[in-house]
């Protein structure tokens, strides 16, 4: 089992109010279901970024380097896009790896027990490599990326894991994405309220499934690479 507190990043505070109830279920019986763990779960430190690359890595930097706290692992969580056709608002998009525009690239933990405890828990999951942007990606863009193999996308996800890298290259990671809108109904458009509030159920129950996560043995990560400077 992983020792430390977890740390739960997000990048907006629409999320982080949805992940208070996922944080107090990871903390209070490690989110086994209907709290019938095998204890008391990790302290959770509930951390939001703020929008974009930049706040997102300097966020964690700041958090790692200034508290100095003995973290266990790091999950960074919040709704997403979708660049694949057939994925749909609600469904959860689990990183294998993350990428941005300079190429940069790492692998996250626990994969499998992650993705075994979402769908344990009735998520309908999906697997592959997500893509932080600088910016919202639409249209012709989401298709480069999904000839590419990528997943998802977002605006976070890299810089946040690669300041967390480059300062605890032994923490574990995960990258949790539930999706609001996909390539059949993108952003401001009418269904994303529909897509958005769908989504906005499913990150409020990710307890269990990252409390599992965070108590399953798992491989370290590949180690993120340096932005070139």
Same mark, same amino acid.
């Given at each position: ?9 997000? +990048?907006? @505070?629409?999320?982080?109010? %949805? ?7 990871? %903390?209070?019986?490690?989110? +086994? ?13 509930? #951390? ?13 930097? +700041?958090?790692? =380097? ?16 979708? &660049? ?11 990183? !294998? ?10 692998? /996250?933990?626990?994969?499998? @027990? ?12 999906? /697997?592959?490599? #997500? ?5 919202? *990606?639409?249209?012709? %863009? ?10 998802? *996308?977002?605006?976070? =996800?890299?810089?946040? $894991? ?19 809108? =996909?390539?059949?109904?993108?952003? $401001?458009?009418? %269904?994303? #309220? =529909? ?6 159920? &499913?990150?409020?129950? #990710? ?8 108590? !399953?043995?798992?491989?370290?990560? @590949? ?5 070139? @400077?």
């Amino acid at each position: 089992m992983t020792a430390g507190p977890l740390l739960l990043a997000c +990048a907006l @505070s629409a999320e982080r109010v %949805a992940l208070r109830p996922v944080a107090r279920a990871v %903390a209070r019986a490690d989110g +086994a279901p209907g709290g019938d763990g095998p204890g008391p779960g990790p302290e959770v430190r509930l #951390l939001c970024t703020g929008m974009g690359p930049q706040r997102s890595g300097r966020s964690v930097r +700041a958090e790692l =380097t200034t508290r100095q706290l003995p973290y266990g692992a790091l999950a960074f969580v919040g709704f997403g896009a979708a &660049v694949r056709p057939g994925v749909r608002p609600g469904d959860v998009l689990v990183a !294998d790896e993350v990428e941005d525009a300079d190429g940069t690239a790492g692998a /996250t933990s626990g994969v499998k @027990s992650l993705v075994d405890a979402l769908e344990r828990a009735g998520c309908t999951v999906h /697997t592959g490599p #997500l893509y932080s942007a600088d910016r919202v *990606v639409r249209g012709d %863009a989401r298709s480069a990326l999904s000839e590419r193999g990528v997943l998802g *996308v977002d605006m976070e =996800t890299a810089a946040a $894991l690669r300041a967390a890298r480059n300062l605890r290259p032994e923490l574990p990671v995960a990258a949790l994405r539930v999706v609001v809108d =996909t390539p059949e109904r993108e952003l $401001l458009r009418p %269904a994303t #309220l =529909t897509g958005g509030l769908r989504a906005w159920r &499913v990150l409020r129950r #990710l307890g269990p499934a990252l409390g599992a996560w965070y108590r !399953d043995p798992h491989p370290l990560p @590949s180690p993120l690479l340096e932005r070139p @400077s």
